[in-house]
């Protein structure tokens, strides 16, 4: 395979990283219709998202290359707290190689980037989600060594409100 090499992301790839960021978004809706569907004005919102994530000093982007052609990308965050332990975390926001270069070693490679990058600002812990359903990124995130700690569940408030008990009326008490 031809040489793939990893940078840091720059302005200038704003318009094939919000490329990529739809092919995502239609990859996890494919398999699990239950995650929220972009809509259309999220669709034309999605360019200035990505625009924004290079203001942001804590947030790196990194993208894949073959012959200056961006074939994937990673997108890390990095918190700094002191609420909780552990106090510096990272987070792994967005991954997405073409499906064509798949298991090739893309993803393991954009995502040593995203180590060395939180490594640099002192992480101690790092998460991330992915979709239920997505078979890909379970193997591939599992074979790094994620393992799942919480699951977010959903329902739709109608739903919610239908299987919900009737309420009590509050109970009074009067001092004798």
């Given at each position: 395979?031809?040489?793939?090499?990893?940078?840091?992301?720059t302005?200038?790839d704003?318009?094939?990283l919000?490329e990529?960021?739809l092919?995502?978004?239609?990859?996890c809706?494919?398999?699990?219709s239950?995650?929220?569907?972009?809509t259309?004005?999220?669709?034309?919102?999605l360019?200035?998202?990505?625009?924004n994530?290079?203001?942001?000093?804590?947030s790196?982007?990194?993208?894949?290359?073959?012959?200056g052609?961006?074939i994937g990308?990673?997108?890390g965050?990095?918190?700094?707290?002191?609420?909780?332990?552990?106090?510096?975390?990272?987070?792994?926001s967005?991954?997405y190689?073409?499906?064509?270069?798949?298991?090739?070693?893309?993803?393991a490679?954009?995502?040593?980037?995203?180590?060395?990058?939180?490594d640099?600002?002192?992480?101690e812990?790092?998460?991330?989600r992915?979709?239920?359903g997505?078979?890909?990124a379970e193997r591939?995130w599992?074979k790094?060594g994620?393992?799942?700690?919480?699951?977010?569940?959903?329902i739709?408030?109608k739903?919610?409100?239908?299987?919900?008990?009737?309420?009590?009326p509050?109970?009074?008490?009067?001092?004798?």
């Amino acid at each position: 395979m031809t040489n793939i090499s990893v940078r840091k992301a720059t302005f200038s790839d704003v318009e094939k990283l919000t490329e990529l960021r739809l092919l995502l978004q239609q990859h996890c809706e494919d398999p699990n219709s239950q995650i929220w569907q972009m809509t259309d004005e999220g669709r034309a919102l999605l360019k200035r998202k990505v625009e924004n994530d290079f203001v942001n000093e804590s947030s790196r982007i990194f993208v894949a290359e073959i012959d200056g052609n961006i074939i994937g990308f990673a997108h890390g965050d990095v918190s700094h707290r002191t609420d909780y332990v552990p106090q510096n975390v990272g987070s792994i926001s967005t991954v997405y190689v073409d499906s064509n270069f798949r298991r090739r070693g893309v993803g393991a490679l954009l995502i040593r980037h995203v180590r060395e990058f939180f490594d640099s600002e002192g992480v101690e812990d790092v998460t991330l989600r992915y979709i239920i359903g997505n078979e890909e990124a379970e193997r591939f995130w599992g074979k790094l060594g994620f393992k799942p700690v919480i699951t977010t569940a959903k329902i739709d408030l109608k739903d919610l409100k239908r299987e919900m008990p009737k309420a009590s009326p509050p109970h009074t008490q009067t001092k004798p």
